[in-house]
């Protein structure tokens, strides 16, 4: 570890309570009952993925074995103005109707529960809370570790395990009331940020850059083509990648990309929409901790050249409970001072190690 950064990492509670039934009728009727006679026929009942685990399996990871420098806050729920700024009326008050109730909100991912529409205000406000703290010099970089996720959000409909975007929201708070002329959102998630996207896509004080698996892996959105229009035109950069991409081709990217376009937008903030689901355990991508690792390393540099320093993570996907919680702790650690390996270098020293051990083994001995 060398010198060490405040980083504070926000977790609140309140968030677990978001437990939705799938038990739950999710389609009409007898198409409901058939489905679910398909999926009781495969012998594999069906499970919710996005559940509270994700979180407690963070929490115990940190306090099993924390990261020195990692100070932990609670969060804030969000207020229905703040929400507003990238959600339409009609829809928030649909998904606030829901307060208390268990239903399906889409035919693919997302439900609620009766916890759920204050776990979703909660997560919103963490990623806000989180902003405040970088904005206000509190910390040179934060962690919101929020569900349910938000980056497939949309303006007006809640999808992929998404009822708010939180880090849209995050995004238009500091631009509107903590003076972020200009704010960059990096997505890492395996999947394409499509809310995202949508909400900022003829903005042009917002730059998103979305590194993702290419189409048709959910949500099938995020092509090259898809740079924004109007004013926005050029401020949305899309980095569609195939199943077995990894780290090399993550860090061409964010140095070959990323960098020069946060070079050229000169952003106040960056926030990151980060997901683990590209670790090789959520068989989504290939990237390793190193990777994520490396990523982050890259991001703090730039956000030092850009923008003071100020750099905030919000949690979206990862499912496999090992890879997501040690990929928040490497990123943790990196943020508060420890140095990023090479990825692709690890065991190196080891095999040299092995290899002048064994050496005199396989030498021809002249007699």
Same mark, same amino acid.
């Given at each position: 570890?060398?010198?060490?950064?405040?980083?504070?990492?926000?977790?609140?509670?309140?968030?677990?309570?978001?437990? *939705?039934?799938?038990?739950?009728?999710?389609?009409?009727?007898?198409? #409901? +009952?058939?489905? %679910?006679?398909? !999926?009781?026929? !495969?012998?594999?009942?069906? +499970? @919710?993925?996005?559940?509270?685990?994700?979180?407690?399996?963070?929490?115990?990871?940190?306090?099993?074995?924390?990261?020195?420098?990692?100070?932990?806050?609670?969060?804030?729920?969000?207020?229905?103005?703040?929400?507003?700024?990238?959600?339409?009326?009609?829809?928030? #008050?649909?998904?606030?109707?829901?307060?208390?109730?268990?239903?399906?909100?889409?035919?693919?991912?997302?439900?609620?529960?009766?916890?759920?529409?204050?776990?979703?205000?909660?997560?919103?406000?963490?990623?806000?809370?989180?902003?405040?703290?970088?904005?206000?010099?509190?910390?040179?970089?934060? =962690?919101?570790?929020?569900?349910?996720?938000?980056?497939?959000?949309?303006?007006?409909?809640?999808?992929?395990?998404?009822?708010?975007?939180?880090?849209?929201?995050?995004?238009?708070?500091?631009?509107?009331?903590?003076?972020?002329?200009?704010?960059?959102?990096?997505?890492?998630?395996?999947?394409?940020?499509?809310?995202?996207?949508?909400?900022?896509?003829?903005?042009?004080?917002?730059?998103?850059?979305?590194?993702?698996?290419?189409?048709?892996?959910?949500?099938?959105?995020?092509?090259?083509?898809? &740079?924004?229009?109007?004013?926005?035109?050029?401020?949305?950069?899309?980095?569609?990648?195939?199943? /077995?991409?990894?780290?090399?081709? @993550?860090?061409?990217?964010?140095? #070959?990309?990323?960098?020069?376009?946060?070079?050229? =937008?000169?952003?106040?903030? &960056?926030?990151?929409?980060?997901?683990?689901?590209?670790? $090789?355990?959520?068989?989504?991508?290939?990237?390793?901790? #190193?990777?994520?690792?490396?990523?982050?390393?890259?991001?703090?540099?730039?956000?030092?050249?850009?923008?003071?320093?100020?750099?905030?993570?919000?949690?979206?996907?990862?499912?496999?409970?090992?890879? !997501?919680?040690?990929?928040?702790? $490497?990123?943790?650690?990196?943020?508060?001072?420890?140095?990023? *390996?090479? *990825?692709?270098?690890?065991?190196?020293?080891?095999?040299?190690?092995?290899?002048?051990?064994? %050496? /005199?083994? =396989?030498?021809?001995?002249?007699?």
């Amino acid at each position: 570890m060398s010198k060490q950064n405040r980083v504070i990492a926000f977790y609140d509670e309140r968030m677990l309570a978001h437990e *939705p039934d799938i038990e739950v009728p999710f389609l009409p009727g007898r198409m #409901d +009952k058939r489905v %679910r006679s398909l !999926l009781s026929g !495969l012998g594999v009942p069906w +499970k @919710y993925p996005e559940h509270p685990a994700r979180l407690t399996a963070i929490r115990r990871l940190l306090e099993l074995e924390p990261v020195p420098g990692v100070i932990f806050e609670a969060g804030m729920a969000a207020t229905r103005e703040q929400l507003a700024r990238v959600h339409t009326l009609s829809y928030l #008050d649909h998904i606030l109707e829901l307060r208390g109730e268990s239903a399906w909100l889409d035919v693919d991912t997302t439900a609620v529960s009766p916890g759920s529409v204050e776990a979703a205000e909660v997560a919103a406000g963490t990623a806000i809370a989180a902003v405040e703290a970088v904005i206000k010099g509190r910390a040179e970089s934060s =962690f919101a570790l929020v569900r349910p996720p938000g980056h497939h959000a949309e303006p007006v409909r809640a999808r992929g395990f998404c009822l708010f975007n939180n880090v849209a929201v995050a995004a238009a708070h500091a631009h509107q009331a903590l003076g972020c002329e200009r704010v960059m959102i990096v997505d890492w998630d395996a999947h394409h940020g499509n809310g995202t996207q949508d909400i900022f896509w003829a903005d042009p004080d917002v730059l998103c850059f979305d590194i993702h698996r290419a189409a048709p892996f959910y949500p099938g959105t995020g092509s090259l083509e898809e &740079i924004g229009v109007g004013l926005g035109e050029g401020t949305n950069v899309n980095v569609p990648l195939p199943a /077995d991409a990894g780290d090399t081709a @993550y860090l061409e990217a964010f140095r #070959d990309i990323l960098v020069p376009a946060a070079e050229w =937008f000169k952003p106040d903030l &960056i926030l990151v929409s980060a997901g683990f689901d590209p670790h $090789t355990h959520d068989l989504a991508m290939n990237v390793s901790y #190193d990777g994520f690792a490396a990523m982050t390393g890259i991001l703090q540099e730039l956000a030092r050249q850009q923008c003071e320093g100020r750099l905030v993570f919000v949690l979206e996907g990862g499912y496999n409970l090992i890879s !997501l919680s040690r990929g928040v702790r $490497t990123v943790l650690n990196v943020l508060a001072g420890d140095a990023p *390996p090479q *990825p692709g270098r690890r065991g190196i020293a080891e095999v040299k190690a092995a290899a002048a051990f064994h %050496r /005199d083994a =396989f030498v021809n001995k002249i007699t």
